[in-house]
């Protein structure tokens, strides 16, 4: 961890007494542990939504969805949320 203890703002590292930001946002951690994500689209919602009483058949999603065929906009949401 003290690896991660970046110089003060004169380049120096801290000395005795000196308080050190040890939050996991300045070690780094955060953004190795966490992804921005994009907002779930209304299809994905919607898959959600159907799915969450049962398992559902990709015939019976697209049928909720109101598609006759798999789409492009259809495949793109299941990717996502498997």
Avoid: W
């Amino acid at each position: 961890m003290l690896e991660n203890i970046s110089p003060n703002k004169g380049g120096h590292l801290p000395t005795r007494g000196q308080e050190v930001d040890v939050s996991p946002h300045s070690a780094g951690l955060i953004d190795e542990v966490h992804e921005v994500h994009e907002p779930m689209t209304g299809i994905e919602r919607t898959v959600l939504q159907a799915c969450a009483g049962n398992v559902r058949t990709a015939p019976e999603l697209l049928k909720t969805l109101g598609y006759a065929a798999r789409t492009g906009a259809f495949r793109k949401a299941v990717a996502r949320l498997v």
